[in-house]
């Protein structure tokens, strides 16, 4: 999903996370390795959960500033699922999906249920942190007919 790893260290950071906590559920130890990465190297803190199961319980404890996630997991929930959890409860969280998943398919669902995005991977890597940033500063990002 996610090229260009080695090029991190080269990469101009745009965007200022520095003490933003990223929740990131994803189930691919590459993707979750490079997203962690790129956002890392613009300061922000990544908390990776595999399935969504391992640390919803936390949500009540930890700092989240955005929750970013996949809806297609191996775990026994899905991403929706996982999502409306996370949208339903006391904390007002942005939750930003980063998915294969065809747009059309799901982008009208995510918006109703109150999502703040949707991006189709494959997703540069050097625009997560600008994208991450866009959405902690308020702005919904959903597919663009001119891109």
Same mark, same amino acid.
Do not use: H
């Given at each position: 999903?996610?090229?260009?790893?080695?090029?991190?260290?080269?990469?101009?950071?745009?965007?200022?996370?520095?003490?933003?906590?990223?929740?990131?559920?994803?189930?691919?130890?590459a993707n979750q390795a490079s997203v962690q990465t790129i956002l890392e190297r613009n300061g922000g803190n990544v908390i990776i959960d595999n399935w969504g199961d391992c640390r919803l319980t936390r949500f =009540?404890?930890?700092?989240? =500033?955005?929750?970013?996630? &996949?809806?297609?997991?191996?775990?026994?929930?899905?991403g929706f699922d996982i999502g409306k959890q996370i949208l339903e409860g006391e904390k007002e969280i942005p939750v930003l999906i980063m998915s294969g998943r065809d747009?059309?398919?799901?982008?009208e669902k995510a918006k109703r249920e109150g999502y703040s995005g949707f991006v189709q991977k494959p997703v540069p890597l050097m625009k997560i942190p600008e994208i991450v940033q866009r959405v902690l500063?308020?702005? &919904?990002?959903?597919?663009?007919?001119?891109?």
């Open positions: 999903m996610l090229e260009n790893l080695p090029l991190i260290g080269k990469l101009m950071l745009k965007a200022k996370l520095q003490g933003k906590t990223i929740y990131y559920i994803e189930d691919n130890v =009540d404890e930890d700092v989240v =500033d955005i929750v970013i996630i &996949d809806l297609s997991l191996k775990g026994p929930k899905s747009p059309a398919e799901v982008v500063d308020g702005e &919904d990002i959903w597919p663009n007919p001119r891109l």
